[in-house]
C-alpha cells in the first residue's frame, strides 16, 4: 500500500483564509484587530525562525504581531513584568512565550503568569485543567492541528485505537486528551515503555512526538494505519547542508500506512495555522463575540 499524503501545508492555507476572513469581519463590523504577542528570550536560531514565519502569517491574515526579543540573561522578574503590562494591553488577546526557556528561567512560573485567556498556547494549568475535563479552554496548537487533520481525514475517530508516542505537556499529553475527548481508545507510550513496536503496530493512529530522527520504521505501523508526525530534526544532509525530518522513517512508513503527515509540510504549519485560530478565539471572548465554528476543538 501506499499511504494519501495528508498535505498540512495545504491545509494550514485553508485554516489561515478562514482566520483571516473573520479577521476582516471584526475589523470590519466592529473595529477590532486581534493581536498576538510573542516573546523570545535568547538567540536560540531555531526559534527565531518560527517566532519569524509566526509573526509574518500574523500579518497576513490581519492580526497584529507584538515580537519581544529579550536577551538570554533576563530575569524572571524583568519577563513576569512583560508578561503582566501584556495581560493587561486591551490590543493583545493571544500571548506566547516560545519554549524551552533559558534554563536560570522557572517554565512553570512563567506560563502560569499569563492570563489563561490570553494563553493561546494553551499550557497554563487552568487551560489544561478545563482540557482534562471537557470544558472550553485553550487547546495546545500542535496537538490541536494534529485532531484537524485526522478529523478532516477520518470523519469520526470513535472507537479507534490511539498510540501517542511521547508524554510533554506541550503535545503527547494533551494530543491524548484531544484523542479520547473523540473517544479514541488511547495509549500514551514513553521512554520507558515495554515492547513499543508492539504497542505502535495495535494502532490505527499513531502520534509521533519524540524527538528522535526517524525513530519510527513501517515495520511497526499496522498496514493501512493513519501517522502524523509531529517529529522537527534537523539532521546532517552529507553535502554540508542539513534537512528536516521527523520522528518516522517516512519512506518505509508511507509503503505500510494508510495515511501520513510529511516533515515538513505536515504539522508545523498546521501550528502555527492553529496558533492564529486560537488568538482568533481569544479575541472573540474578550469581547463578548460569537466564536467562530469549526476551529476549536
Ligand atoms: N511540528 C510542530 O509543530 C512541533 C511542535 C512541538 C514539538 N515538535 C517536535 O516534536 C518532537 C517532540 O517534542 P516535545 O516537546 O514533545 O519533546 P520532549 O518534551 O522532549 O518529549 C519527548 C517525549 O518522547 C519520549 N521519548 C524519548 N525517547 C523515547 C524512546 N526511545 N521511545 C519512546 N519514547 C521516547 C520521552 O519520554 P520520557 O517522558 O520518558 O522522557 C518524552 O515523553 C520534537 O521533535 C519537537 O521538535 C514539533
Ligand atoms: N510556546 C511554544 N509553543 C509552541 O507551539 C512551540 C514552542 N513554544 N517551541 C517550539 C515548538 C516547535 N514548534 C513548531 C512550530 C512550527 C513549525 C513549522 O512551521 N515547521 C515547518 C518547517 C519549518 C522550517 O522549515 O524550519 C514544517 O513544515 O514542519 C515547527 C515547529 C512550535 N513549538
New binding site residues.
Given amino acids: 500500500m501506499s499511504a494519501t499524503v495528508i498535505d498540512g501545508k495545504a491545509f494550514a492555507a485553508t485554516v489561515r483564509a478562514k482566520v483571516a476572513g473573520h479577521v476582516a469581519r471584526l475589523k470590519e463590523e466592529n473595529g477590532i484587530t486581534p493581536g498576538l504577542a510573542v516573546v523570545l528570550v535568547g538567540q536560540d536560531p531555531a526559534s527565531q525562525v518560527y517566532v519569524r514565519s509566526k509573526g509574518k502569517m500574523t500579518v497576513e491574515v490581519g492580526m497584529n504581531s507584538y515580537e519581544h526579543k529579550l536577551e538570554a540573561d533576563t530575569s524572571e522578574a524583568e519577563l513576569l513584568a512583560l508578561i503582566d503590562k501584556l495581560n493587561s494591553d486591551p490590543a493583545v488577546h493571544g500571548i506566547l512565550v516560545q519554549l524551552p526557556l533559558p534554563k536560570h528561567l522557572d517554565e512553570d512560573l512563567v506560563i502560569n503568569a499569563i492570563d489563561p485567556a490570553k494563553d493561546v498556547d494553551g499550557f497554563h494549568i487552568s487551560n489544561v485543567g478545563l482540557l482534562g475535563t471537557g470544558q472550553k479552554s485553550m487547546v495546545p496548537c500542535?496537538p490541536l492541528g494534529c485532531l484537524m487533520m485526522l478529523r478532516d481525514h477520518h470523519g469520526s475517530l470513535s472507537g479507534m485505537d490511539a498510540v501517542v508516542?511521547?508524554?510533554?505537556n506541550?503535545?503527547?499529553k494533551p494530543m491524548a486528551q484531544l484523542l479520547l475527548g473523540d473517544s479514541c481508545t488511547v495509549t500514551i507510550?514513553?521512554?520507558?515503555?515495554k515492547d513499543?513496536p508492539d504497542v505502535v503496530r495495535r494502532a490505527d493512529i499513531v502520534v509521533a512526538?519524540?524527538?528522535?530522527p526517524e525513530?519510527v520504521p513501517g515495520d511497526w505501523i499496522k498496514p493501512g494505519a493513519t501517522v502524523i508526525d509531529?517529529?522537527?530534526?534537523r539532521v546532517d544532509a552529507g553535502d554540508g547542508k542539513t534537512r528536516l525530518v521527523g520522528?518516522c522513517h517516512y519512506d518505509s512508513c508511507a509503503e505500510v500506512a494508510g495515511a501520513i503527515t510529511p516533515v515538513p509540510g505536515g504539522?508545523?504549519p498546521m501550528?502555527i495555522a492553529c496558533l492564529l485560530a486560537n488568538t482568533l478565539t481569544a479575541c472573540c471572548r474578550a469581547n463578548g463575540l460569537a466564536e467562530p465554528e469549526g476551529l476549536t476543538a
Fill in positions: 500542535t508516542i511521547g508524554r510533554s506541550i503535545v503527547g507510550a514513553h521512554s520507558r515503555t513499543l512526538a519524540v524527538g528522535r525513530m509531529v517529529g522537527i530534526n520522528d504539522v508545523g501550528t
